[in-house]
């Protein structure tokens, strides 16, 4: 219970759990609970479609959920995403990459980048909303935001963490990357995709064969271009995969899984 706190306090704005001295292996074990919060967040915008269904239209509904999401996650894997594509836009090598995506200030590119990404989730959701029944529909909103969070646990295990060369501490949630980059091992890793398989098998039945090692293929993609961009990971890195696969996972839903 204590791993789920941890994991649900760093992905939401909801405090759980007493506030007592964490270790760093208790942080990157919290990690294998990140599709478990991903599932309990996505409550709220579930019960916002269970009231609003029948009275308001599908793309003003489906922006709304959208801005639920980001309410409930304090927007953080959005800003690790502009400040990935501010470093990959403007860097000419790892090194500029890196210190621009340390930059707080988001710059044109990054701006671009959230406009078109949140566009993106509200027109697949309005499809699915639009083409779908509801209980497809609320399917969907469980099992995207699942799909991201496995994502992260999938990078830390697989990526070192691009940073380690610079010697310089880092502080707040994305400054947490080391930890998680360097504690997750493969029981970590393990136990979230039995999370993520059995809400995917509860969401899709057995399509979730077919589904789940899309997604795991469509992280690999991901991993690997940062792998070769920035050498590793960083917390900046952990949002953009986050947002890169829930965009994708309700793609991929919506064109092979739901209609």
């Given at each position: 219970?204590k791993r ?16 007592s ?21 996505a ?58 995506m ?39 909103i ?50 979230s ?59 991929y ?7």
């Open positions: 219970m789920f706190c941890l994991a649900w306090n760093f992905l939401t704005c909801f405090p759980l759990g007493s506030k001295k964490i270790t760093p292996t208790e942080l990157s074990q919290a990690m294998a609970f990140f599709p478990i919060v991903g599932l309990a967040m409550v709220f915008p579930v019960i916002f479609v269970l009231i609003s269904y029948p009275f308001l239209p599908p793309i003003l509904s489906s922006l709304i959920i959208v801005l639920i999401f980001i309410f409930v996650t304090r927007g953080l894997h959005l800003d690790g995403l502009a400040d990935t594509v501010d470093g990959l836009s403007g860097g000419r090598d790892k090194k500029e990459i890196l210190a621009i340390r930059d707080s200030h988001i710059g044109s590119m990054g701006a671009i980048a959230l406009f078109f990404l949140i566009s993106f989730k509200v027109a697949l959701l309005n499809e699915i909303w639009v083409n779908a029944d509801k209980v497809n529909l609320l399917k969907a469980f099992l995207f935001p699942v799909m991201g969070r496995w994502s992260l646990v999938t990078t830390a295990w697989l990526l070192p963490y691009a940073r380690k060369e610079e010697g310089v501490p880092t502080a707040g949630w994305l400054g947490l990357g080391e930890v998680f980059a360097k504690g997750v091992t493969i029981k970590e890793w393990l136990l995709t039995l999370f993520a398989g059995v809400v995917a098998f509860f969401t899709l039945k057995f399509y979730a064969l077919l589904f789940l090692p899309l997604v795991f293929l469509t992280s690999l993609f991901f991993i690997k271009y940062f792998k070769r961009k920035v050498g590793g990971v960083t917390g900046d890195v952990f949002g953009a995969v986050n947002e890169l696969i829930e965009v994708t996972s309700l793609g839903i919506l064109l092979f899984f739901i209609l």
